[in-house]
């Protein structure tokens, strides 16, 4: 089998280990880590200042996709609470914001966060405490590599390699 057909198989695998555990405590257990008969709680870093500030567009559409979601009933009658924090690109910073966000917050998962220091970065920390780390912004091979290591974490973009062989295909070919 070919590394792209392993890798797509080994995430949606992944998507399946990381994610339905969470969606059958939302909808049967109470007092779940960030979950109440009223709110989901979301949580995300991302870089709202600093060299990479044109990131925190993909938190916008974040927000404004929950809040669609909210907006036709929310998920088994409870609402998405994303909470977006600052890590200005500097895995230190996400480091910080992400202990906010799990120990003081609750938060059932994090998703979408930006880039790959500030993702591998707080990545043991997550899987230590088994809170799903979705939709990674990066495309380093981490992320398809690590599955068996790291389980609760999970990419989002095609690996770096695999687009720019794709590119490279057509290129050459034009």
Known sequence: ???????????????????????????????????????????????????????????????????????????????????????????????EQMRKLVDQEKVAFIVAQVGTPTSVVVRKYLNDRKVPQLFVGSGAATWADDIEKFPWSLGWQPLYNDEGREVAKHMLAA
């Open 1 to 95: 089998m070919e590394r792209s057909k392993r890798n797509f198989l080994s995430m949606v695998a992944a998507v399946g280990v990381v994610a339905l555990p969470r969606v059958g405590l939302a909808q049967k257990a109470k007092n779940a880590p960030g979950v109440t008969d009223s709110e989901i709680k979301i949580g995300e870093t991302l870089p709202l200042r600093g060299p990479a500030a044109s990131y925190s567009a993909m938190g916008g559409a974040a927000r404004a996709y929950f809040e669609m979601i909210n907006d036709q009933g929310g998920i088994n009658g409870r609402k998405l609470n994303l909470i977006q924090l600052d890590d200005a690109y500097s895995p230190p910073k996400t480091m």
